[in-house]
Nanobody, 124 residues
Framework: QVQLVESGGGLVQAGGSLRLSCAASGRTFSNYAMGWFRQAPGKEREIVAAISRLGHSTYYADLAKGRFTISRDNAKNTVYLQMNSLKPEDTAVYYC?????????????????WGQGTQVTVSS
């Protein structure tokens, strides 16, 4: 089992920044690729970014390119999502997820472990 706990969400004005963190425990963190997803009210959960086990490979959804950066610190068992130039449409609950996959999956179905989510609200 892998336990994931997100933090860092909150209320920010449009154009502002937030840094989300996801702390993992329970298993060897470097054995898991990690992803950040988000879900807005009435919408399906969508991928934001993903990172491979050792951080050598990353994936960004179009919504994140140029604004968000995913990173990980395996010594701290933590994955981060730096979000800059936030827009009101970025408002959602953000979830981190883990998968033992050796690649960097983009589908939520590939991830078996999920955090409880952290709310991000961007005001206009």
């Amino acid at each position: 089992q892998v336990q994931l706990v997100e933090s860092g969400g909150g209320l920010v004005q449009a154009g502002g920044s937030l840094r989300l963190s996801c702390a993992a425990s329970g298993r060897t963190f470097s054995n898991y690729a990690m992803g950040w997803f988000r879900q807005a009210p009435g919408k399906e959960r969508e991928i934001v970014a993903a990172i491979s086990r050792l951080g050598h490979s990353t994936y960004y959804a179009d919504l994140a390119k140029g604004r968000f950066t995913i990173s990980r610190d395996n010594a701290k068992n933590t994955v981060y999502l730096q979000m800059n130039s936030l827009k009101p449409e970025d408002t959602a609950v953000y979830y981190c997820a883990a998968t033992p996959s050796v690649v960097t999956p983009r589908s939520s179905r590939e991830y078996g472990y999920w955090g409880q989510g952290t709310q991000v609200t961007v005001s206009s």
